[in-house]
T-cell receptor, first 112, second 115 residues
Framework: QKEVEQNSGPLSVPEGAIASLNCTYS??????FFWYRQYSGKSPELIMF????GDKEDGRFTAQLNKASQYVSLLIRDSQPSDSATYLC????????????FGTGTQLKVEL | GAVVSQHPSWVICKSGTSVKIECRSL??????MFWYRQFPKQSLMLMAT?????????EQGVEKDKFLINHASLTLSTLTVTSAHPEDSSFYIC???????????FGPGTRLLVL
């Protein structure tokens, strides 16, 4: 059973702070990892994907991957109230086919 | 990014009726599309993989005779919920891999309420 684990939160951070979202996965063969943001009542939207160990930065977002620890994280710098949403970690199933397994998501609240 | 549309965005129907949901890739061709279901406060659960020109592949526990999938063209996949019941009420979302198959783009979702 492939599993993707996230803390459901809510994670509350003040505006302007760094929000750190974490995700662990069980299938050591996984190679591709994604972070999606989902606002209430809406479908997920892609924030970032990462394939290689280390950090990947895109604007205020940084994804971090450690395959040895089976751990992927998302940092949001200068958090804004508009960042308040549920963040879904997704892992592509090994073997191709683009199938994704999603975590349950972490609810982020950015407070004024 | 790539655009995926869904229609309708929401539907209310009586128990026992069938509901068809369309998923279209608007600016790219998708030989594969995915159908997910999301219940309140839960994550997305993959229901099935829609394959253009061939049968869909269903995830364990998903009834293929209840959730009919047709991928008639490279830009359109449909999901039909047959004989819908209140427990089928959910948020149904489709997705399609982009051209490079690096990631998936999601449609806006269809909210189904079965009375």
């Amino acid at each position: 059973q492939k599993e993707v684990e996230q803390n459901s939160g809510p994670l509350s951070v003040p505006e302007g702070a760094i929000a750190s979202l974490n995700c662990t996965y069980s299938d050591r063969g996984s190679q591709s990892f994604f972070w999606y943001r989902q606002y209430s009542g809406k479908s997920p939207e892609l924030i970032m994907f990462i394939y290689s160990n280390g950090d990947k930065e895109d604007g205020r977002f940084t994804a971090q991957l450690n395959k040895a620890s089976q751990y992927v994280s998302l940092l949001i710098r200068d958090s804004q109230p508009s960042d308040s949403a549920t963040y879904l970690c997704a892992v592509e199933n090994p073997g191709g086919g683009n199938k994704l397994t999603f975590g349950t998501g972490t609810q982020l609240k950015v407070e004024l | 990014g790539a655009v995926v549309s869904q229609h309708p965005s929401w539907v209310i129907c009586k128990s026992g009726t069938s509901v068809k949901i369309e998923c279209r890739s608007l600016d790219f061709q998708a030989t594969t599309m995915f159908w997910y279901r999301q219940f309140p406060k839960q994550s997305l659960m993959l229901m099935a993989t829609s394959n253009e020109g061939s049968k869909a592949t269903y995830e364990q526990g998903v009834e293929k005779d209840k959730f009919l999938i047709n991928h008639a063209s490279l830009t359109l996949s449909t999901l039909t919920v047959t004989s819908a019941h209140p427990e089928d009420s959910s948020f149904y979302i489709c997705s399609a891999p982009d051209r490079g198959r690096e990631t998936q783009y999601f449609g806006p979702g269809t909210r189904l309420l079965v009375l």
